[in-house]
């Protein structure tokens, strides 16, 4: 069963770039533009994690929040909120609402990504997966280690990203763009050359066998469904 993911953003850009990626990672979402709409809908349905805008129409993120929190049905619903202002005392505030984390725009997209697990993981260890796993390769997020037929390989940093963020979505095509945004983040300036070039790193990382990579011409790359599906042979 598919995670739940409400999204209170009045930003629609943000939104859908948010439920695009979340839903790329197999959650189900949904979108809510107002604050007070979301009160709402959140009497009717409880999902799994609420990311939360600060400045909304209708109820402030703020308000909402504290407001949820007095709630039983959604006292622990886990929140992260979304903001845009830096200053140190509007954070503690914004924790101090009863909010689980927060990210401060513009945010590196893989950085709330990463924020997202983390939080759904403690709040329901079972659903999330911390180890990846196809054919004979398993990825570790916790650990950050990968293993081939049971030996440990060695990734960069980087080439490890980018195994984890085609893992997840075996069978799915990503443009070059596409996994520069997964992977390296928005605000970061690489060229999408550079994808190949780690491309070829994590192919050579991955050592002799199957190559679990695919390229798809004119397209960009990615994990081979068949290979995911090849159990350990
Ligand atoms: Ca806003």
């Known amino acids: 069963m598919a995670l739940h993911v409400t999204i209170v953003e009045d930003e629609e850009p943000l939104a859908l770039m948010l439920r ?7 959650y189900r979402v949904d979108t809510i533009e ?3 709409e979301a009160e709402i809908r959140l009497r009717e349905t409880v999902p799994d994690l609420l990311l939360l805008d600060w400045m909304l129409p209708g109820i402030s993120g703020i308000e909402l929040c504290r407001r949820l929190r007095q709630r039983e049905a959604t006292r622990s619903l886990p929140i ?3 903001t845009a202002r830096g200053e140190e005392s509007e954070r503690v505030r914004g924790l101090a609402t009863g909010a689980d984390d927060y990210v401060v725009k513009p945010f590196s997209l893989p950085e709330l990504m990463a924020r997202v697990r983390a939080i759904l993981r403690r709040a329901k260890p ?8 196809a054919g004979d390769l398993e990825l570790d997020r916790e650990t950050h280690r990968v293993r081939r037929a049971g030996r440990e390989l060695h990734l960069g940093p980087t080439e490890f990203k980018l195994l984890e963020f085609l893992m997840q ?4 095509v990503f ?4 996994m520069l945004d997964g992977v390296w983040g928005r605000d970061i300036y690489v060229d999408e050359r550079t994808v190949d070039v780690h491309v ?7 050592g002799r066998g199957r190559d679990p990579i695919r390229t798809v011409r004119g397209s960009g790359y990615s994990f081979d469904e068949e290979f995911a599906g090849a159990g350990a042979a």
């Open 200 to 206: 070829g790193r994590l192919r050579k990382a991955l």
């Open 20 to 26: 695009y990626n979340l839903e790329a990672e197999g």
């Open 80 to 82: 992260i909120m979304l």
């Open 169 to 172: 979505s075996p069978g799915r």
């Open 175 to 178: 443009s070059r763009a596409q």
């Open 34 to 36: 107002r604050g007070d």
């Open 126 to 133: 079972d659903l999330i997966a911390t180890v990846l796993k």
